[in-house]
């Protein structure tokens, strides 16, 4: 028995030296020193032994137990510290390597104008609101007195949702005039910036999707004088005190009187020439069209509840794009839809 006992804990030391993993460890544990292991079979043999023999090979039982239990935390430990290592080498961060650069983006240059534009009107005790870019035919045409069959409803200008023409997107921001008039009484005094959409192909100043800012204000005794007082301010705040600006007459169904405004071309100088050739920004013109403007028409104050005997207004709608060109000096509007970051990093 003697022999066999110094067998197994020969067998036993060495395989747990073996033993690379918790799991072996685990199995060994179980083999050696678990209620059919191998041990506990050689001590149920005890009975068998004389009485002088017995407590002799109880002791040496015992000392191989707690050899081998010994060894079995040794292992376990050092297994466990190898394990920690690799796995510290393995996740290891050099701190001394170098960072990738990150490169922060910012504004876009549109909406640097855009937000320059907002700031000169909120100076100007506007306050600016928001509306839907899906709109109906309702408010974008008939109730700023665009009747069917007026050419800008054709479905060759305006993307339509519906067989029967009444959901669009929206081809101007006029029809925010409508929802603020339909909540708000008088004094009005709004902008309502966002995007448009003309089936327009795209050139060096169009684009089937461009931003407007809508204008609007409605009190008593307001005049045409005030609306070129408004536009005045923003153009010169905006190109500075020398920008040369001019109003012409023109015609909208929902302004009475309307007029344009364009800005002298910052290319050709209003020459309509660059270098003996057709300047390719203002297409020879001379002038930018900037936007679109004039009193709001009675019919249209009265649709929306507004006393047109009391209150008069003026509205505007302003291109952003083109305003951007004019401030950034871009003589072409795909430019800012590009979003190339050569070009935007420039602003
Ligand atoms: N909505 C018009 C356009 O897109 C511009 C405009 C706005 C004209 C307000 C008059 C008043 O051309």
């Known amino acids: 028995m003697k022999q066999q006992l110094e067998e197994i804990k020969k067998r036993a030391l060495q395989a747990l030296d073996d033993a ?37 090979m109880g002791q040496l039982a015992n000392s191989v137990r707690a050899a081998i239990e010994a060894r079995l935390e040794e292992r376990k430990s050092a297994i466990h510290a190898a394990a920690l290592e690799a796995k510290l080498a393995a996740e290891a961060i050099d701190v001394t390597i170098p ?11 549109m909406n640097q104008v855009l937000q320059e534009a907002k700031e000169i009107f909120i100076g100007m005790g506007y306050t600016v609101v928001d509306g839907p870019e899906i709109e109906l035919a309702d408010y974008n045409f008939t109730r700023l007195n665009i009747e069917e069959g007026h050419p800008s409803r054709d479905r060759s200008d305006t993307f339509y949702f519906d067989d029967d023409d009444k959901v669009l997107l929206r081809t101007q921001t006029s ?25 327009d192909e795209a ?39 020398d920008a040369v600006v001019r109003f012409r007459p023109h015609h909208f169904p929902f302004t009475e009187p309307s007029c344009e405004v364009d800005m002298q071309c910052f290319k050709c100088r209003g020459t ?49 794009e083109r305003m951007a060109m004019g401030r950034l000096r871009i003589n072409d509007l795909r430019l800012i839809f590009d979003n190339d970051v050569r070009f935007l990093q420039q602003f």
């Open 20 to 56: 690379s993993s918790p799991n072996a460890l685990e199995e060994l544990r179980v083999k050696l020193l678990g209620k059919k292991g191998e041990l506990t079979a050689v001590l149920k043999q005890m009975g068998k032994l004389s009485a002088e023999e017995r407590p002799v």
């Open 99 to 109: 960072g990738e650069p990150v490169s922060l983006g910012k504004q876009h240059p």
């Open 175 to 199: 029809p925010m005039q409508i929802r603020v008039m339909e909540k708000m009484q008088p004094p009005i005094r709004i902008v309502a910036p966002g995007r448009v959409y003309r089936k």
């Open 203 to 241: 050139d060096a100043t169009h684009s089937p999707m461009f931003h407007q800012i809508e204008g609007l204000v409605v009190d008593e005794g307001i005049t045409m004088g005030d609306l070129k007082g408004a536009l005045e301010t923003l153009v010169k705040r905006l190109y500075g005190e």
């Open 272 to 320: 309509g020439d660059v270098g003996g050739q057709v300047c390719s920004t203002c297409h020879g013109e001379g002038w930018i069209e900037l936007l679109g403007a004039g009193m709001v028409h009675p019919d249209v104050l009265e649709g929306c509840g507004i006393d047109s005997a009391k209150y008069s207004g003026f509205a505007f709608g302003i291109g952003v």
